[in-house]
């Protein structure tokens, strides 16, 4: 074989006993990993260990493999399958030192693979930082489903706690009671076990408040904070802008007493809401807005859904995040970008709260000191935004309000619930949030991304089955009448282990309609009169004609079947270039199919500040097939289990099922067919 003369046979096995040898094996393998896909590569190289496989090929780059001259010429079968042999003989012969290069590459990539979060995070354990404790939270405010963009943040703040062996607990936010409720906290627990995270405590920013209010009375009595009267207007026009300083409120200088004894009289309900607020005393010439004298109370007297009616004062969110997170002791607040410019007020009020703390002032205040040289740290990573899909809580709202949606679980929302209804996988949407990973920087994610880590996933998973959702009949007419075959259908190809599972064939069948043309135009390989096609699993036949109802549509497709073609015969060799699924009439289960699409036809319908909601939505997001058959084999089907309708889509069983009815729901199609749809 020219070009392989290197190639010495020892025992059956490749020498690799001088550098020549080692270099062109290098160069055999990168021209495999050119030639083949990626995980057929390793398989038939017998290396399962795929990090292993990279560093392999990644320690050959200085040979140029894009090149022939004086390399392997892959240009006949049999040289292809030399090349398939000669690598898998001779990796159990490279040398020792060969494998430990493999490891110290394997060691440089995973450095390299750290997103900066968990390159910040092993630096802070290298250097003894808190103790080496790693602690983080997940800190939902139960006012709304959590959607695709929190499975992010969920996986980043579970995902360092796991892979640093330390705790996350999850924290309610629930500071403002006029949108929280209960059904929010359940839904949000659901959701964040369903995508296979635990956490180590439940915690409420609500348990802390009393914590956050003895604060506040310390900020008082420091000077560092002040009752103000004036009206939501007069503050908003008294802080100034980023190019021009505030100006003082005529309360800042409030006497220290006055202001003690109106905050509590705030929170005894003497006052209505919205006629007067805690401020922070700070700098109302700071360059940084959120420094000017922020509010850290306000009045609420709607009933708290924990609390009830036990507070009317709640803290503003940047006052009570930061300590709140202090006070359960975490280490690494991790949050997406937009907080990135509250950061520095989240650092004053923790300066603050320690300095308080190391205070003795007889009144119990310093107890609330979980550990001693601790500090916790804020941290901040793009939040996801995709196309065709909004993230907007408000937006979502509204959606469900005025019933365009069917409610936070309909499959076209971009809630976790919306997702799983829709037949996503927890393992789908966390390879595709590690696919997109981690930066300092917002974009915007193609939703064909998400829509592929799903692909991958069924087709490694789903149960391959036989459905028909548009039916026309289909007369095998020398078929024996009554009598039934069972044929074996392979569950998945992708799996050898999955087995298969028995499909009933009779004289008559249901196929697709679009798998029948009477008049069809060259290079159409399935039903027409005269051409044969394979039936899958079973027989070759060939279409004699069809049968029309008044209207000139087809109401029935007629057939012969060749007898000597049945499936593992040697007539089933015979070259036939269509291949069409069916289910056999009498062995049919009626279905209800519902086809979903993305629900906005706008690319990024957050940017469309100028159209109505329901100018932006897609008009075919959602087609539901009454008339749909699938295979016996689907009659005791479970909502939620997830099956590939071969040549139609991957699927799942909507909840809704019941009483024997079936309904399934689209997953996503076979192929991305949106991106040729939206650019027509």
Known sequence: MKNCNFIQKNEGRLRLDNKKNRELFCITLNLHYLCFPKSEGRRRLGIE???????????CTTFDSTKNEGRLHLDNKKKRELF???????????????????????????????????????????????????????????????????????????????????????????????????????????DIKWLGFEWANVFYASDYFQHLYDFAVRLIKAGKAYIDEQTAEQIAEQKGSPTQPGTDSPFRNRPIEESLDLFRRMNEGEFEEGAMILRAKIDMTSPNMHFRDPIIYRIIKTPHHRTGTEWKVYPMYDYAHGQSDFFEGVTHSLCTLEFEVHRPLYDHFIDLLIEEMNKDCGDGFEKYKVYDNYRTHQTEFNRLNMTYTMMSKRKLLQLVKEGLVSGWDDPRMPTICGFRRRGYTPASIKNFINMIGYTKYDGIIDMAQLEYAIREDLNANAKRVAAVINPVKLVITNYPEGQVEMFDSVNNPENPDAGTHKIAFSRELYIETEDFMENAPNKYFRLTPGQDVRLRCSYIIKCTGCKKNEEGEVTEVYAEYDPETKSGMPGSNRKVKGTIHWVSVKHAIPAEVRLYDRLFIAENPSEEKDKDMNELLNPDSLKVLKNCFVEEELKDAKPYDHFQFQRVGYFNVDPDSENGKLIFNRTVSLKDTWSKISSK
């Open 84 to 190: 398939l042999y000669y690598p898998q003989l001779a990796l159990p012969l490279l040398p020792k030192t060969y494998f430990i290069m493999v490891e110290n590459t394997i060691q440089e990539e995973n450095k390299k693979s750290l997103n900066f979060i968990e390159q910040m995070v092993e630096k802070d354990l290298a250097e003894g930082l808190n103790g080496g404790r790693i602690q983080t939270r997940f800190p939902p405010e139960p006012n709304g489903y959590l959607h695709i963009g929190h499975a992010k943040a969920i996986c980043m703040d579970f995902g360092i706690a796991q892979r640093y062996g330390g705790i996350c607990n999850l924290r309610f936010d629930d500071t403002n009671p006029t949108k929280e409720d209960v059904e929010y906290v359940d839904s949000i627990q659901e």
């Open 49 to 59: 260990n795929k990090q292993v496989y990279f560093a392999l090929l990644s320690t």
